[in-house]
């Protein structure tokens, strides 16, 4: 009997579509975000440019805070996969940040 390991069948298609929350994270049809927003190592600025994003838009579904919120989960939930704990941390302040800017606690 041969070992051989039997070979996924995605093959090379399955590359091409791995880093569809990349494209999410830079072509949101919801949200027209600042240039490298999450880069930012300042928690304040980043929630109140997605504050003035997610209100800027008139493509969302749901409330500015909703869509603002929204957008930042995804990022660190699922682009943000290979983020620094340094950048991570920097990211759940910014959570704060946005529910403070919108008046909520």
Do not use: C, H
Request: hydrophobic share 25%; charged share 35%.
């Amino acid at each position: 009997m041969s070992s051989t390991r039997k070979k996924s069948s995605r093959g090379r298609e399955g590359s091409k579509n791995r880093r569809w929350s990349d494209r999410v994270t830079k072509q949101s049809n919801a949200l027209d975000l600042e240039s490298k927003i999450f880069k930012s190592t300042n928690p304040r600025r980043i929630a109140l440019s997605l504050k003035r994003s997610a209100q800027a838009s008139k493509r969302r579904k749901g409330t500015p805070y909703q869509s603002a919120m929204s957008m930042l989960n995804f990022y660190i939930n699922r682009a943000g996969k290979s983020l620094s704990q340094k950048q991570k941390r920097v990211l759940e302040r910014a959570k704060d940040e946005l529910r403070d800017v919108f008046g909520r606690k």
